[in-house]
């Protein structure tokens, strides 16, 4: 019975061990830029965001990761992570995001009318 159970506990670790590092890159990778976080939100360092290279929704946007989709409200801005299908509503896109990452300007380019 060991040389069944030995192998499955571990297979089971090495799943959570992957599923652990994936949503730790996939959180690395939300925002890829430093500084600037006070008005006039300048002296950031780092790429913004590529709105242009995520997938597009009916909705807004979606960043594809590894373990976490991050979803972005086209209309609202309203950020969300999506796990296993299951879309967890996060927040608003902040002050700072907008001036740094500009996805007023990408999501008009893209056809949606935001209003945030």
Known sequence: MNYILYPLAGLGALSVVLFIAGFWLD???FDETRGGYEPPYEGVTGDPIDWFAADRT????????RVVNTLVNGTTGMISFEIY?????FRQLSERAIVVHKPREAFIA???DPQF
């Open 27 to 29: 959180f690395r990778a």
């Open 58 to 65: 009916p909705t807004g946007l979606a960043r594809r990761g």
């Open 110 to 112: 893209l056809g949606f």
């Open 85 to 89: 299908g299951v879309a967890i509503p």
